[in-house]
């Protein structure tokens, strides 16, 4: 599980959504784009919730570990949405977000 710190506000998502959640947002700031999408998530408070993200290039966003027991909320179709996406804005920015390139060359 990982913490999204999105608006302030933290939620308990999975490895891969939270992952895609960052990786997303970075190639609509690239492409000066913007997308909202549904996650399923836990509050802090240990609600379950479904958040509705407006993702954009000034739309901070932060992934980081959490130690937390909860199962990951089903996000599968959300994470897959958005690996697509990144795949047809850009597919450069697809190797740059993904570290395969260097982003000094």
Avoid: C, W
Avoid at 9 to 21: C, K, M, Q
Avoid at 45 to 62: C, H, I, K, T
């Amino acid at each position: 599980m990982k913490e999204l710190v999105f608006a302030g506000r933290s939620l308990l998502v999975g490895d891969a959504a939270a992952d895609a959640v960052v990786d997303y947002t970075a190639v609509l700031a690239r492409t000066a784009s913007a997308d909202t999408v549904e996650l399923r998530a836990v509050t802090e408070a240990g609600n379950r919730v479904e958040a509705y993200l407006v993702l954009d290039s000034a739309a901070p966003v932060m992934a980081q570990t959490a130690d937390h027991d909860e199962p990951e909320p089903d996000n599968a179709q959300v994470v897959s949405y958005m690996r697509a996406a990144i795949h047809r804005l850009n597919p450069d920015a697809v190797d740059y977000v993904l570290g395969a390139l260097d982003p000094l060359e």
